[in-house]
């Protein structure tokens, strides 16, 4: 048995694990300094889920219908000996396509040919500015551009491909890196998405206004190289793609924002302690952890099941004032 399409009709296929809510960087729109600051309390090592555990929970996520599954975090290489967990994920059964959001900061050749080895698929690298200024500023640890980059170049030797590049664009933070980030990944055979910068939890000080809209994105970026839109590969892809029209590649627009997807919307979430978010802007999960302590599955698988088959979730259809102010689950909680 699998799980039953939830109640509009969107089926359960990916799995989003954060594997820790730790994070190296302190990026202003996601783990602004002054709410995780120094004395921010983060998950106790006793409250985190284990690799086994984590393994367990997708072998049943995998049974009721998932076949991608991508580890995030926080940073989910702070978390120790990860290829581990990816070697235990990729012998499940029916688990297609195995991936990684990662800042690439601890992206070396050497991690990247491990993970590679144990199972991993492909990787997402978050960078929000080429310029190196800009990208110090947003990350807000002084961590430079050029790191970034050997990260990806590490990543492209150890056959991670494609690699796609995730710039969150923010008005009046980084618009102004919009060409020079499409300028630098033209022609590299890796794919930039931008982003729509969204309100996902309550320390970021959202607002409308702070929100450049896809269009213009796309508009930018078309004004100087022009853009023919592209067919997505499947049901639910959540970029909007285009190519380059002189055959300098293809990228990406995410537009939670202005151009909803819910509609369409076939992900989970599960956090490093593992509660089960049927969206990215929920205000509560669903505690999975003490369904371990029983020998059999079928309880986890029923539990499921039910959460998923009741799933009302449409956020970013029904986005307004109000509802951009309620509390949610922080990004750095459940990732991306």
Not at 112 to 125: F, K
Not at 218 to 225: F, I, K, L, Q
């Amino acid at each position: 048995m699998t799980a039953p399409n939830d109640t509009l009709n969107r089926p359960l296929r990916d799995l989003r694990i954060s594997v820790t809510d730790r994070c190296n960087f302190r990026c202003v729109y996601c783990m602004p300094k002054e709410v995780f600051g120094s004395e921010h309390a983060f998950l106790p090592k006793s409250e985190i889920l284990s690799f086994e555990e984590i393994t367990r929970l997708a072998r049943v996520f995998a049974a009721e219908g998932i076949e991608k599954i991508r580890l995030t975090g926080g940073e989910p290489l702070v978390r120790n000996q990860i290829e581990r967990l990816v070697e235990g994920l990729a012998g499940i059964p029916g688990i297609q396509d195995i991936t990684l959001t990662t800042n690439a900061s601890l992206l070396t050749l050497e991690k990247v040919r491990l993970l590679r080895s144990a199972g991993l698929d492909r990787v997402t690298i978050s960078l929000d500015a080429i310029e190196d200024g800009s990208f110090r500023r947003i990350n807000d640890v002084d961590y430079p551009v050029e790191r970034v980059l050997e990260g990806i170049q590490a990543a492209a030797e150890g056959d991670l491909h494609p690699i796609k590049v995730n710039m969150v664009v923010q008005r009046g933070l980084n618009e102004d890196q919009i060409l020079p980030m499409a300028e630098h990944f033209r022609g590299s055979g890796h794919i930039l998405r931008f982003i729509e910068y969204m309100d996902v939890g309550n320390s970021n000080g959202w607002r409308m206004d702070d929100v450049v809209p896809a269009a213009e994105i796309r508009d930018t970026v078309a004004s100087v190289w022009p853009l023919d839109p592209l067919d997505p590969h499947y049901t639910g892809e959540v970029a909007n793609r285009y190519r380059y029209r002189d055959g300098g590649g293809e990228i990406g627009i995410i537009s939670s924002v202005t151009e909803p997807f819910c509609g369409t919307c076939p992900r989970a979430r599960l956090s490093a302690k593992g509660e089960l978010f049927t969206c990215l802007f929920a205000a509560r999960g669903h505690d999975l952890r003490p369904l371990l302590a029983e020998d059999s599955d079928e309880p986890l698988a029923e539990r499921i099941r039910t959460i998923w088959g009741g799933r009302t979730d449409r956020y970013s259809e029904l986005r307004s004032a109000e509802t951009a102010a309620q509390r949610k689950v922080e990004m750095s909680h459940i990732g991306g």
